[in-house]
């Protein structure tokens, strides 16, 4: 299989579930214990027990979204599938929102931790500033340098958390636990808007979707694991906490865990809290920034930002220009100072969005009942709604502020999606005007990802997806777009080989029923290739799709006599099976070959040969090859390298020629150059 454009997909089970253990046992574990003592004294064990079984239902949810949908930008991919498009947006911006300001939240405490202890007359600002430089240079180099980075973080802070909660397990005492709820049992669902967030950091596992292996297994494991450790962690070291200190007494201190540990274990204790708390800060802050910037990278993918957003760097793979974006934001909030000002605004943001999500799992089974689902949910549609109930059930308990703020940049992400809907066309025709110079550079920072619907994942499908996932230097130069594949396949064994050899959403049905082609959805589709094997089944395929007003529609047949119906319904027709896959990349990419080939030759086309073992061309220099008319050698690729062809360049075995010409000549030029001696 041919290396796929976009991320690396380089993460195992193990860095995946370190992503959700990183944000999940941040640095509130260190705090807010105190908080809870003061709220509902020792009875704080059950508010985080009773956490943790609320979140499973969120959990399930985006384990079978993370599955069934694996691409990058998490919850904001699952709603940009199975909702409309205003929604699809929100819920991105709410993410998104949540994300970059707990990132900022993280960035801030670490800074207070390190005046406190280290440096007293060092400023907020440099600190979160440098801190903010650091984390995301790694995070540019990759989410799996960032990860090792994590590893090491997560690895200290739980041995602290775990070692302190077990040299304390003895001395436990009843009396302290005693009564469980001084204040009541009112505060208790309070108490569990407060430590929410705490809960929820194994939704980021869903962001690094397409950077993961096997994700469609993988995910669904990795929050489940998060979710099961981390509230048995929690669960653990509340419960020695609250045994072994009275609740009045942790209830006045601002820093419980590094006090419980120095009065556990003395001046050894106080300097690993310190250590863990910074180590927890640090880490959730890494892991937050590389998930927003991801999100921030899906709402440029799907045009709702400047596409410039959803450019990769071209060594590292990474989202890098929305990473230095939300690096910016984290600098300007995190300077602020307050931590309650960001934690609301995160807050707000977090609750609104996985309201959406969970509610996302219920239209998925409705629209889209043939895409397959790798990881299902029980009970349907109750685990759902119970997840919608469990997370919009916390919003009445966020502060005022928290919804006067969050309402404010609601209003301004309204701003933003209207603007880029009513300007779009109007920024397109600004970049025609541009001198024929910069056509190509202007193309480059616009390159957006072509929605590709495959129907029929038979040996055609696969030819041509594999060569509309290629990443040869050469169809990045001539390429007019990125590709996002989808899949429909009838046969289950099929499915399975796509499932393992793609990673991309595959609906098993006939691909002939219209009622299939609108569960994809006609937004989230670009181009529909009809490529059964069968071409009474492509006609049917490609008018249904026609009939949908798909725009673009490419048929594969052998037989002419299906040539006029379809060109009568604005299908393009590919007959050629000399170079059915070539020919399709080829009528996707036009517009870039109109730029680069001006001079003459008429409509271009694009097709690379490779020169088999038997071929009669073999050792023959180019000028001794009777080369068609109007058809040129581009190009010649031998082991991954450019070779720059000359009259004298003799062809070789293996030799991967790119001709360019009107299609006629390559046709002649294809069967000249697979001629066997």
């Keep these: 299989m041919p290396e796929q454009i976009g991320f690396r997909r380089n993460m195992s089970l193990f860095m995946a579930v370190m992503i959700g253990i990183g944000a999940t046992m941040g640095p509130g574990i260190f705090a807010l214990p105190g908080e809870l003592a003061q709220m509902i004294g020792p009875a704080g064990v059950l508010v985080y027990l009773a956490m943790g079984f609320l979140t499973v239902f969120t959990a399930l949810n985006y384990s079978e979204l993370s599955a069934a949908i694996p691409l990058a930008g998490g919850g904001y991919s699952f709603t940009s599938r199975t909702l409309n498009r205003p929604v699809a947006f929100f819920t991105g911006w ?65 041995a602290v958390l775990i070692g302190v909660a077990a040299l304390g397990i003895t001395d436990i005492e009843p009396r302290n636990l005693e009564p469980l709820a001084p204040m009541g049992w009112d505060p208790f669902v309070p108490a ?107 709402l440029g993918r799907d045009k709702h930002f400047p596409y410039i957003f959803a450019r990769l760097h071209p060594k590292f793979q990474t989202p890098h220009i929305a990473l230095f974006i939300c690096g910016l934001i984290v ?100 970049a025609k005007v541009f001198v024929k110079s910069l056509k190509l550079f202007i193309y480059r920072l616009r390159r957006m990802r072509m929605q590709v619907l495959i129907i029929s994942g038979e040996k055609q499908g696969q030819n041509i997806a594999d060569r509309l996932l290629a990443k040869d230097e050469y169809r990045m130069m001539f390429r007019s777009a990125e590709h996002q594949l989808t899949f429909i396949e009838e046969v289950e064994a099929l499915c399975k080989e796509l499932e393992r050899r793609y990673n991309v959403p595959i609906y098993q049905g006939d691909g002939t029923k219209k009622e299939l082609l609108r569960q994809v959805g006609v937004d989230n589709i670009d181009v529909v290739i009809a490529a059964f094997e ?81 071929a009669r061309v073999n050792g023959n220099p180019i000028r001794e090859i009777d080369i068609p008319k109007g058809c040129l050698i581009a190009a010649i690729i031998r082991d991954n390298q450019f070779v720059v062809p000359r009259g004298d360049t003799n062809i070789e075995i293996d030799d991967r020629v790119i001709f360019i010409g009107p299609a006629s000549a390559i046709k002649k030029a294809f069967d000249i150059f697979m001629l066997k001696k």
């Design 192 to 298: 569990m808007a407060l430590i929410y967030i705490s809960y929820v950091g194994f939704e980021l596992i869903s962001n690094a979707a397409e950077e993961i292996i096997q994700p469609s297994k993988t995910i669904p494991r990795a929050i489940l694991i998060t979710l099961g450790v981390s509230t048995a962690i929690y669960v653990f070291v509340v419960g020695v906490m609250m045994g072994t200190v009275n609740y009045t007494e942790l209830a006045q201190s601002e820093i419980p865990f590094i006090f419980t540990a120095e009065r556990l274990i003395g001046a050894w204790g106080r300097w690993a809290g310190i250590i863990a708390t910074i180590m927890a800060s640090l880490s959730a802050f890494s892991v937050t920034l590389g998930a927003s910037a991801r999100i921030l990278y899906a």
């Design 94 to 158: 709410f993410f998104w929102i949540g994300n970059t300001l707990a990132c900022s939240m993280y960035a801030l405490i670490f800074a207070l931790t390190i005046r406190a202890y280290f440096l007293p007359e060092a400023s907020i600002a440099l600190i979160t500033l440098i801190t903010t430089v650091v984390f995301t240079t790694i995070n540019f180099m990759g989410m799996k340098e960032a990860i090792i980075v994590i590893t090491v973080m997560n690895l200290v802070e739980l």
């Design 534 to 614: 069968d071409d009474g089944r492509n006609v049917i395929a490609a008018l249904q799709a026609r009939q949908l007003e798909i725009e673009k529609v490419i048929a594969i047949v052998q037989n002419h006599e299906y040539t006029q119906l379809l060109e009568q319904n604005n299908v393009v027709v590919i007959n050629a099976p000399w170079a059915t896959a070539a020919m399709v990349e080829n009528i996707l990419d036009n517009p870039v070959l109109a730029q680069l080939f001006e001079f003459g030759i008429g409509a271009a086309s694009l097709l690379e040969v490779s020169v088999p073992k038997n």
């Design 331 to 430: 600098i300007i909030f995190s300077s602020s100072g307050i931590v309650k000002f960001v934690a609301s605004l995160s807050d707000f943001g977090y609750l609104m969005g996985l309201g959406i999500i969970n509610y996302s799992v219920i239209p998925l089974h409705k629209r889209m009942p043939n895409l397959r689902r790798p990881f299902q949910t029980i009970i349907f549609p109750w685990i759902p709604i119970l997840g919608v109930m469990t997370t919009w059930m916390f919003v009445p308990a966020l502060e005022l502020r928290s919804f006067v703020l969050g309402g404010i940049l609601t209003l301004v992400g309204t701003g933003i999606y209207l603007f880029r809907s009513a300007n779009r066309a109007e920024v397109i025709k600004l």
